[in-house]
């Protein structure tokens, strides 16, 4: 186990930046997740950690060492790949064994490490089995164990869940977890799923374009998104951004209703509001109408989509789940002034209040 | 009856089917057929047409006498001799091929090196150059080494092949990456990578490739006749040649009929081995 230091880690393909200078220190034990949409560059730091890319700048260590220039082998760690990468012709044991068999190590240390291993995922039953007759998520728990019998320095899994089902990732999501807690190893973990990466990390590196937007926890990331766009990929259904022009503690909205807010400034700006802090407007209070275009309905809660009456400007908010509100309804949200977020318009970045 | 209708033209059609592929078997089967039954006349027999299409009674005694000093009284050779020689020069070219083609695709798939692409069309070009057009050159270069009349100057010529480089090549690509990610992570190099995970998962395109260049070895004919000219180190389609090339009624056609079945007969038992081999290979990696 050890701690991943990441000094203005930068990749280039054929002159293309496409990691813009990633700082970052993981503490020994920490679970950190990589999370951003597809292209941001999140898989491709997790495999320059692992040397399966090169680093065209900056440095990687790994437990007080530089491994820029050293291979996977000799760095210490274990992957977890997306499509899982057994071996289809060794059976479950021998997949988990080989690493450990390179490795030179005893035939009883194999044995007692991949035996432990087998017991904590559950996996005894299929030890001799080869993998193509095993269910996908068996085949994901097999990989786990490949990994987790190397009792690596540190553990990359890139989109380990992405293939499975539903019911069956929420099922993995908690084993992780749970197994994260158990053997404490440094862990860097890669997702587009913001429920895994809120769920899981002790901290998050959110990635847009080949640039770390913000890295903090998963509560600190919800709360105070550092950028425009940690607001909008964060949080569901997604936070409502809109420009507003600001002026003496008021702000006119699309649509030309105005509101009295808390302004960090005067001039145009961008109002982030998330659906969850809301409420439902007093007579006579000054509010932000919205008239309903549907109302989803998941039981303890509803969503209300729709647009802010005027404008073309769309809007989600919660409703209570025995709300009766219905499509072509206008409703009058009030926001919670505790949760406010201001961006720059011209830079995306988040303006303190 | 408006439903028996089309189920009683599919059955007359596939009736039709059957007998044409039946037809087909008989006219490729019919002439090794006829060889056999030759090799179990005697030679008055065959000399005196028509050829009978039964098998005669002469078998053992044809067969016998062949392998016991009547196809060396003609061709100098054994026939004991004339087989291990076959073999020797079949199995070398095919395992020869399979290891160099392996190497190159090998080479060409997994590792970034300069002039790789270069290197690759260099091999695809190679395809179109047939042996009969550096026969010369290699005749030259053999004579020099003097590789004239031993197994190495029979089989090294024939061993690079372009065709099992392109289809190693192709299996190679069909590898996902991550697999080979995934050794590396685990620590394995080159060439355990190779030992331990690409072999055994080629071990069906091996067994396919071994077939096909082991009859393409066994049936060699231009090379060997140039390369050999010591009875003792023919292969079996050369002393089938040598045998045949007095006039008609001196030929032992016997013996030669014998020697043809012993020559067509190894190549059967390879494919139906392999056959059997890879097919269970096959089903494994599908399932």
């Known amino acids: 186990m050890a701690r991943i230091l990441l000094n203005d880690v930068r990749k280039s393909y054929a002159g293309t930046q ?58 210490d760690i274990a992957m977890v790949f997306q499509n899982y990468a057994l071996y289809p012709h060794m059976s479950v044991r021998e997949n988990m064994a080989y690493g450990l068999k390179i490795a030179r190590m005893s035939k009883a240390e194999i044995d007692s490490r991949v035996a432990k291993a087998a017991t904590m995922l559950e996996l005894e039953p299929y030890l001799d089995r080869k993998p193509r007759a095993l269910s996908g998520g068996q085949r994901q728990r097999v990989a786990m164990g490949r990994a987790l019998v190397r009792e690596p320095a540190a553990l990359l899994l890139d989109e ?40 899981l990390a002790d901290r998050l590196i959110v990635m847009n374009k080949g640039v770390a937007e913000q890295i903090a926890t998963p509560l600190e990331v919800y709360q105070r998104p550092a950028s425009e766009f940690v607001a909008g990929f964060i949080g569901s259904p997604a936070m409502n951004i809109f420009t507003v022009s600001a002026a003496d503690g008021r702000v006119t909205l699309p649509g030309g209703a105005v509101l009295p807010l808390p302004v960090p400034r005067g001039g145009d700006l961008r109002l982030g509001l998330r659906p969850e802090h809301m ?47 219905d499509r072509g309804d206008r409703v009058e949200a009030v926001p919670d002034p505790a949760h406010l977020h201001f961006f720059d318009p011209e830079s995306g970045k988040r303006i303190e209040g | 009856m408006a439903e028996s209708a089309p189920l009683a033209a599919r059955r007359s059609g596939r009736l039709i089917a059957h007998l044409w592929m039946v037809l087909g078997v008989i006219v490729v089967a019919f002439p090794v057929y006829y060889v056999f039954v030759a090799s179990t ?23 016998s006498e062949a392998f016991s000093g009547g196809v060396s009284r003609i061709g100098g050779v054994s026939l004991w001799r004339l087989l291990a020689n076959t073999t020797i020069v079949a199995m070398g070219i ?36 047939p042996v009969e057009v550096r026969i010369q050159p290699t005749y030259k270069v053999m ?21 099992a480089t392109l289809l190693f090549r192709q299996f190679f690509m069909t590898i996902p990456d991550e697999l080979l990610e995934a050794a590396r992570v685990d620590g394995a190099g080159p060439w355990r990578f190779f030992k331990d995970i690409l072999w055994p998962l080629s071990l069906t395109n091996v067994a396919a490739i071994f077939v096909i260049q082991f009859i393409y070895g066994w049936t060699q004919y231009l090379w060997p006749l140039l390369v050999t000219n010591s009875n003792e180190m023919n292969t079996i389609v050369i002393a089938l040649k040598k045998m045949v090339s007095f006039a008609d009624a001196d030929t032992p056609w016997h013996l030669v009929m014998v020697t043809s079945v012993l020559a067509i007969l190894p190549p059967i038992l390879v494919v139906v081995l392999m056959q059997r081999w890879f097919v269970k290979g096959l089903v494994e990696t599908e399932k």
């Not at chain 1, 099922?171 to 769920?199: N, W």
């Not at chain 2, 083609?101 to 002039?115: D, E, K, N, Q, T």
């Open chain 1, 18 to 75: 496409v990691i813009h200078g990633i700082n970052m220190q993981i503490a020994d034990g920490e679970f950190v997740v990589i999370v951003g949409p597809s292209g941001c560059g999140k898989s491709t730091l997790l495999r320059m950690v692992a040397g399966l890319e090169a680093i065209t700048s900056g440095t990687v260590e790994i437990g007080d060492k530089v491994v820029n220039d050293l291979e996977p082998r000799q760095r």
């Open chain 1, 160 to 199: 380990p869940l992405s293939n499975l089902d539903a019911k069956l990732r929420v099922q993995m999501r908690l084993q992780i977890k749970e197994m994260h807690l158990r053997t404490g190893q440094t862990t860097l973990y890669v997702t587009h799923d913001q429920v895994e990466a809120m769920t």
């Open chain 1, 279 to 325: 409420r439902m407007a007093e007579p006579g209070e000054a509010a932000i109408p919205v008239v309903l275009r549907s109302v989803e309905r998941l039981g303890a809660d509803a969503f209300g989509y729709g647009m802010i009456e005027g404008s073309d400007v769309s809007f989600v908010l919660r409703l209570p789940g025995t709300s009766t509100l």
């Open chain 2, 41 to 63: 006349h005697s030679l008055q027999t065959i000399l005196r047409p028509p050829l009978p299409l039964l098998p005669g009674s002469e078998a053992v005694r044809n067969y």
């Open chain 2, 94 to 129: 095919a395992l020869g091929k399979i290891a160099i083609s392996m190497a190159s695709a090998y080479a060409i798939v997994f590792f970034r090196f300069p002039l790789r692409m270069a290197c690759f069309w260099l091999i695809f070009i190679t395809l179109m150059l």
């Open chain 2, 143 to 163: 004579v020099d080494l003097g590789l004239i009349n031993t197994y190495p100057g029979l089989i090294l010529p024939l061993i690079a092949s372009a065709t």
